[in-house]
């Protein structure tokens, strides 16, 4: 169909989770149904205007200004000594999906990846110590995708938290290589979060 064609296919491909063949599919509905893309559009716009970090957590809130504190970080019931970290918002609704956990979060933005550019500074990385420096912590949870660039997170996260004297924990059985948390069904997570394991940069991953 030509370079307008591929152009829109490319992009949309860029999607998370979006294959070729599903790329294609995608974009020929928006083609066929034009006023869905004036609908996306504003939308769009809209969220982008209105949709702001946590200060605490880093989750999306709606907001016209600053943004204040959101409801779940606000919420008393929360046992403030967890603390999960997650690399997107998507993983953090994934394991509020499992209703098996009731700590805290701490949302990182991605992961590290020298091939893409990523270091510490591109991440919250930075506010997590300061909350954990802060507010303390009887456990932290690094509950990053169980790939390459998640491990590499983790692995620098636990040194760095494990030098502040906090325990760490991984999440465990029920997450194969290579998944994403966002895209696991709750009894997979529900799995991961009861079987988590300590983090220990000398002897490896221990019995909670």
Not at 123 to 130: A, T
Request: glycine content about 10%; hydrophobic content about 40%.
């Amino acid at each position: 169909m030509g370079a307008v064609w591929e152009n829109l296919v490319t992009e949309v491909r860029g999607l998370p989770g979006v294959g070729p063949k599903m790329a294609e599919r995608i974009a020929l509905h928006l083609i066929r149904h034009p006023h869905l893309n004036n609908k996306l559009r504003r939308f769009l716009l809209d969220a982008q205007e209105r949709l702001k970090r946590c200060p605490l957590c880093g989750d999306f809130v709606e907001a016209d200004g600053e943004p204040d504190v959101c409801t779940r970080c606000r919420d008393p019931r929360r046992d403030s000594r967890l603390l999960c970290v997650v690399e997107e918002s998507g993983d953090l609704a994934a394991l509020e999906r499992t209703r098996c956990y009731r700590g805290r979060y701490h949302i990182l933005g991605g992961v590290l990846s020298a091939l893409d550019g990523v270091g510490p500074d591109e991440l919250r990385i930075g506010f997590l110590l300061e909350r954990l420096d802060r507010d303390g912590a009887d456990e932290v949870i690094l509950a990053t995708n169980p790939t390459v660039e998640g491990e590499t997170t983790a692995a620098y996260l636990a040194e760095i938290i494990q030098g502040r004297g906090l325990r760490v924990t991984r999440l465990a059985a029920g997450l194969p290589s290579g998944s994403v948390i966002q895209y696991a069904d709750e009894h997979t997570l529900t799995q991961a979060l009861d079987g988590r394991r300590v983090m220990n940069l000398k002897t490896g991953i221990e019995p909670l």
